[in-house]
């Protein structure tokens, strides 16, 4: 799959395309980032939108931008987490992995 691919050039570490925790995360990224569709929210006309309360109605947007937000920072902890882990695993310290 395109995610495994990805994974595989940026982290260096294969993964199992079925089933795999990295590529579902993905996935729900991308079912609540179908709110990129072009026109689908009032903030794509008037940009100044965004500045508004999520708690006001008609700001779901930034609802559903959060909760991408959310997933999208958990997978890259984990996935940058498993490959210090695979850089410490080749001789490489710890500390070597903060620098």
């Known amino acids: 799959s395109f995610a495994a691919t990805i994974i595989k050039i940026v982290y260096g570490f ?3 395309t079925t089933g ?8 729900r990224v991308l079912a609540e980032l179908e709110a ?6 009032l903030v794509d006309v008037l940009p100044a939108l965004r500045f508004i ?7 779901g947007f930034q609802k559903t ?17 498993r490959t210090q882990e695979g850089m410490v695993g080749f001789g ?7 620098s």
């Not at 909760?67 to 984990?78: D, G, N, W, Y």
């Open 14 to 16: 294969n993964i199992e």
């Open 20 to 27: 795999d925790a990295y590529v579902a995360g993905m996935e």
């Open 36 to 41: 990129f569709t072009p026109g689908k929210y």
């Open 53 to 59: 309360p999520s708690w006001v109605p008609g700001a």
């Open 65 to 81: 931008f959060a909760r991408a937000r959310q997933i999208t920072l958990e997978i890259m902890e984990a996935l940058y987490t």
């Open 92 to 98: 490489a310290t710890p500390a070597d992995t903060h």
